[in-house]
């Protein structure tokens, strides 16, 4: 299992603006600018990495080798979508045994198809299992047969970030400013990592 990037977030989840007020930086101070910059966009990433979360909406494939088990096997069947909340599966491709790339199309597909079902209601990773009364196609034996893309984040604004989230980056940003040069980072990030840990998921979703 892999997860690929298609298309990255269009804008990152805090402004220079917020984090110039937030660090008490004077208004005619712009010297760390391009730093602070530089730190925001290190801090999703650090928030993203340890919560195992997209924040801000962005396009992901999952690729996977094949499909769960047949129901005599797997009774579930399902697919879980890491990095948490999903608002739409674009569509699963998959290899069939003749070595030929078919596409399934679902509720939220545009066009919208019936070759699966989804649950995008868990804020832990949405879920998708066979149509009704059906099975998993059968794929060729490679690597990459199955891949899944799918939108997942919060959303497309800052705003739909959970506060604490957002909060948690600051204080990461807070952290690495104030204290960079420091050799013993860790004893800075407790406050970050407090706020941001009851949101962090489990292995799986990494």
């Not at 804008?11 to 602070?36: C, G, H, Q, Y």
């Not at 047949?70 to 948490?84: H, N, Q, Y």
């Amino acid at each position: 299992m892999r997860i690929v990037t298609i298309t990255a977030a269009a804008v990152e989840p805090l402004t220079l603006d917020e984090l110039r007020l937030f660090l008490k930086i004077d208004a005619d101070n712009t010297e760390d600018d391009s730093l602070i910059t530089q730190l925001i966009a290190g801090s999703r990433e650090w928030c993203e990495t340890f919560t195992r979360r997209a924040l801000i909406t962005r396009t992901l494939e999952l690729v996977l080798d094949g499909f769960p088990p047949c129901a005599t096997i797997s009774p579930r069947r399902e697919i879980m979508l890491p990095r948490g909340r999903a608002t739409a599966v674009d569509r699963i491709t998959y290899v069939d045994t003749d070595g030929t790339t078919q596409t399934l199309t679902g509720p939220t597909s545009t066009p919208v198809g019936t070759g699966y079902q989804e649950d995008l209601s868990d804020d832990y990773g949405a879920v998708l299992v066979p149509a009704y009364g059906s099975d998993w196609p059968s794929t060729r034996d490679v690597m990459g047969a199955v891949k899944v893309r799918y939108k997942a984040g919060y959303g497309d604004a800052s705003t739909a970030v959970p506060a604490q989230l957002l909060d948690a980056m600051r204080y990461h940003v807070a952290t690495m400013y104030e204290g960079r040069g420091e050799q013993d980072t860790k004893a800075w990030t407790g406050v970050a990592e407090a706020l941001a840990r009851p949101y962090q998921i489990g292995w799986f979703g990494s």
